[in-house]
């Protein structure tokens, strides 16, 4: 089975740079995406890190480690509009080439003024 | 469309009525999943599809949920005999062939079991 880690909510001003952890445990592991959601709004697809490293999409970057079994979205120049939950995922089995996902619980930031 | 379409956005219902979900997903994508979502926590995974191979049924909580998808397209989320416990938003997602990671949400049926 698959369970996911990552705090509940996270607090920051506007203009910081905040940083959400996310930690699993996976009977095996095929990469780990990011999903933001806004009250009421459908997920959006964030970032998807297959291999070690940091990936960097304009104001926000993501970072696996796979021998740490971690990764971590890191926002910089926070907006009001980043308030959102945001969801990591990991990528189950693939099987003929396609994989579901299992997702964490979700970390809600609030950016304040 | 341009996007993954599902209807209906608000559903009630009375406790043992059973209830169908819409979910019309994005032209052209082949895979089509089906999540639920309870108030502040994580999508939770109920089903898949991917093209015409059997679905992996293997996230549906009881045999009161069932799902089929038509003509490789639109699916429809079925739960007999709802109960409290069934209220949620109900999320499709559809993706597309290959290696590509990413999944294309709609924007969900909220469900209520009175």
């Known amino acids: 089975g698959q369970s996911l880690e990552q705090p509940s909510e996270v607090t920051a001003v506007e203009g910081a740079i905040v940083q959400i952890n996310c930690t699993y445990q996976?009977?095996?592991?095929?990469?780990l995406s990011w999903y933001q959601q806004h009250d009421g709004g459908a997920p959006t697809f964030l970032s998807y890190n297959a291999l070690d490293g940091l990936e960097e999409t304009g104001r926000f970057s993501s970072f696996l480690s796979r021998s740490d079994s971690y990764g971590y979205l890191l926002l910089q120049e926070l907006q009001m509009k980043d308030s959102a939950s945001y969801f990591c995922?990991?990528?189950?089995?693939?099987?003929?080439?396609?994989?579901?996902?299992?997702f964490g619980k979700g970390t809600m930031l609030l950016v304040s003024p | 469309g341009a996007g993954v379409s599902q209807s209906p956005s608000n559903k009630v219902t009375e406790k043992g009525k059973d209830v169908e979900l819409r979910c019309d997903p994005i032209?052209?994508?082949?895979?089509l999943y089906w999540y639920r979502q309870s108030l502040g926590q994580g999508l939770e995974f109920l089903i898949y599809?991917?093209?015409?191979?059997?679905?992996?049924k293997s996230g549906l909580p009881s045999d009161r949920f069932s799902a089929e998808r038509t003509g490789g397209s639109v699916s429809t989320l079925t739960i007999q005999r709802t109960q409290q416990e069934d209220s949620a938003v109900y999320l499709c997602a559809s993706s597309f062939a290959g290696v590509s990671n990413e999944q294309f949400f709609g924007p969900g049926t909220r469900l209520t079991v009175l």
């Open positions: 032209s052209g994508h082949t895979a």
């Open positions: 995922a990991v990528r189950d089995q693939p099987r003929g080439g396609y994989s579901t996902l299992t």
């Open positions: 996976t009977s095996g592991f095929y990469g």
């Open positions: 599809f991917q093209g015409n191979s059997a679905p992996d």
